[in-house]
């Protein structure tokens, strides 16, 4: 637990991992503070669902509006090109290149303003052999360029990058976060497609983990 009252800063996707981070840092003591990001995504509604984790855990919430990135973003990864698929099994065009740079940049600057130390976010092992910005090696370099950046001693981690989805599920049952509220989907419909390489990930954690899943799926 925190000795003295520290703030932190959860880049706050709406989704499970993210949101089971932002429950970790209430119950360890910190001050918290949540930022997300309109990137241009198709599943604008995973902002909606930040808004209430958010309000559900009476945190000060900022929705930054990146989505003109959306522009550079064309034709590279299909979580923003509308004419781009996306696919039931990892492909290269899920990835939004540096996303997670491009967020922590941002969220730095937010830190810095609020007199916050602490940056988590919710990559964990099973993202990591797919995902470079969600590995350790990452966000430390990242965390020194902060450093230098701002002259002050940020953090930057996240507690769940030894452990896997399945696992990051069972610590959210832990934490009483309501799973039921976040989102995976990387499209934006009224349910989760159910048939998306995130709803699969989604499906396959809750089953490893061996709990009920709550969420509603297309297909």
Known sequence: MVGVTEKAVIILSGGPDSVTVAYWAKEQGYDVSAITFNY??????????????????????????????????QGVTSLVDKGLDVSSEFTEPIIVPFRNGVFMAVTVA?????????????????????????????YEAFQKAARLGTEREIFISSPYSDIKKSEVLAEAVRLGVPLDVTWSCYLNGAVHCGVCESCNNRKNAFIEAGIEDPTKYEN
Do not use: M, W
């Not at 604008?44 to 000060?60: H, M, N, T, V």
């Not at 830190?111 to 590995?135: L, T």
């Open 40 to 73: 241009g995504q198709k599943a604008q509604i995973e902002i909606k669902r930040a808004r209430e984790i958010a309000e559900g855990l009476g945190i000060e919430h900022q929705v930054v509006d990146l989505s003109n990135l959306s522009q550079i973003y």
């Open 110 to 138: 937010f830190a810095d303003g609020v007199g916050a130390n602490h940056i988590y976010y919710g990559a964990h092992s099973s993202d990591e052999p797919f995902y470079p910005d969600c590995r350790r090696e990452f």
